[in-house]
């Protein structure tokens, strides 16, 4: 029997992401509302901080703040060498979980192998039985071996599969499908596909499909993409794509737009609540991430869950309302002085309005324990942002619509911060391994209204 991991150190653990009670956790999966609880599965190895055969995870939640961890609810069987990304649908009463097979082909190299996708259900959401028909979708001919990450949803009667894929041209592609039952498949078109690799990249890991406020919005993390001024400068990105669904099914769209700014976004999953919100969830690292909380026996954490939508021709992000149930006490509520400074609970919520800003250039706020920061500034003359972190390779930008007056929206956590800039219209998510007290110094300009709560610190329960 391997041993599962445990945490031997606290110091990095987040207080109120979710993250695994010991090893390993990349992507978020299903991400479905079923018989009263919101449920999270993500992609997990229990016995080391290590990515390794990959099992989905499982918590759920009431009010998307805390989570109960349950136990595993799918791990490799004997034909598979794990259980990669998909998601999850529910249908005739159970939930069903759609999820590609990972397969290698020589155990001596990981670069061989190929995939399928799988199905699995369950009638009380925590137990889960994988059909025995499995798998109930191969690759086609024009495909090469990376044909992963199912999401699934329901029209009507019928279930429709955007799927990862990669075309023999070596181009990233999204592929859809159609079912009536969930076990039988037939390809309706490639939804869209990677202009060419520069750009647009070699593989789409992880695409979602979803209507969304009069356009039909893609998501996915394209890998292979090259920086292009402040943008792409991640390993991977995860982008977004708006347009409309032509006749055809191919989506006719405009360019690729990266959905978070900061160095710690990957793999998104969104669900549609029961009150009509689109929210997402992604995970909080990338693959090039240092994770120094591996040292302690854990790895990954997923973001705060946030609510889509879509204003001005641009996909924008707000941390979703039930996260205010997390505020314990007001540290602040007036304004701030220019260069003044007050320490930070480790879980906090920040909002900030600085006004008269569209001239300025300079330094907004820093926060950090003396040793790690974390600084955010204003470029007026690019009408860029700048989100600066003490790492290598610690910049990163965005351009920002004209503005007058900026709001920052901060969610900073033991190890973690999640930027939100002008009511979502840009987002940086950063892990920072801070260790001491943390305080939040001001630039050279005044904050004229600023409220910080402390947040709770235990939201996970194992
Ligand atoms: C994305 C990804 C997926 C794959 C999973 C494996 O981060 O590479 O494409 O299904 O992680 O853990």
């Not at 347009?243 to 006719?252: A, H, I, P």
């Not at 204003?311 to 941390?319: A, D, M, V």
Request: aromatic share 12%; charged share 25%.
């Amino acid at each position: 029997m391997q041993e599962v991991m445990k945490v031997t150190d606290q110091r990095y653990r987040l207080g109120y992401h979710l993250m695994t009670k010991g090893g390993w956790m990349n992507d978020s999966n299903g991400f479905p509302w079923f018989k009263g609880y919101y449920h999270m599965f993500y992609q997990y190895y229990p016995y080391a901080a290590e990515w390794g055969p990959m099992h989905w995870g499982h918590a759920r939640s009431k009010d998307l703040v805390h989570w109960e961890t349950l136990p595993v609810a799918l791990a490799p069987d004997e034909h598979e060498d794990g259980c990669f990304s998909g998601s999850a649908v529910v249908y005739d009463d159970k939930l069903w979980l759609i999820y590609t097979g990972h397969h290698l082909t020589n155990p001596e190299d990981s670069e061989e192998f190929y995939q399928d996708q799988n199905i699995a259900w369950s009638e009380d959401g925590i137990h889960f039985t994988k059909y025995e028909g499995n798998p109930v979708l191969r690759a086609p001919a024009d495909n090469t071996k990376h044909f992963r990450n199912p999401k699934v949803w329901q029209e009507g009667d019928i279930f429709y599969m955007v799927l990862g894929s990669q075309g023999s041209d070596e181009l990233g592609r999204a592929l859809l499908y159609e079912s009536n039952d969930l076990k039988k498949w037939q390809l309706v078109s490639v939804l869209d596909k990677a202009m060419n690799l520069k750009d647009e990249g070699y593989m789409w890991e992880c695409p979602d499909f979803f209507h969304l406020d009069g356009q039909d919005v893609l998501l996915m993390s394209p890998r292979g993409l090259e920086p292009q001024g402040d943008c792409f400068h991640n390993l991977n990105q995860t982008c977004y794509l708006l347009g409309q669904q032509d006749e055809e099914n191919y989506l006719v769209r405009q360019e690729f737009t990266e959905i978070d700014r900061g160095h710690d976004f990957y793999a998104t999953q969104t669900m549609l609540a029961p009150d009509g919100r689109r929210i997402m969830t992604a995970w909080m690292n990338a693959w090039d991430s240092p994770m120094y909380e591996k040292e302690d026996g854990w790895a990954g954490a997923l973001t705060i869950p946030r609510e889509l939508r879509i204003e001005k021709g641009r996909l924008y992000q707000k941390p979703v309302s039930e996260l205010s149930s997390m505020r314990l006490h007001r540290v602040l509520d007036g304004g701030l002085v220019p260069e003044s400074s007050i320490s930070l609970p480790a879980a906090s919520e920040i909002k900030l309005l600085f006004k008269d800003c569209g001239d300025f250039s300079g330094r907004l706020l820093k926060i950090g324990d003396g040793g790690q920061e974390l600084s955010i500034s204003l470029d007026a003359e690019g009408s860029r942002i700048l989100v600066e972190r003490t790492t290598k390779d610690g910049l990163r930008a965005a351009k920002i619509m004209p503005y007058k007056d900026l709001d920052l929206h901060i969610f900073v956590d033991r190890s973690s911060a999640e930027i939100f800039v002008n009511r979502g219209e840009i987002t940086f998510t950063e892990r920072m391994y801070w260790q001491g007290k943390l305080e939040l110094s001001l630039g050279e300009k005044a904050v004229r209204e600023a409220c910080i709560y402390a947040l709770e610190k235990e939201t996970n329960q194992y």
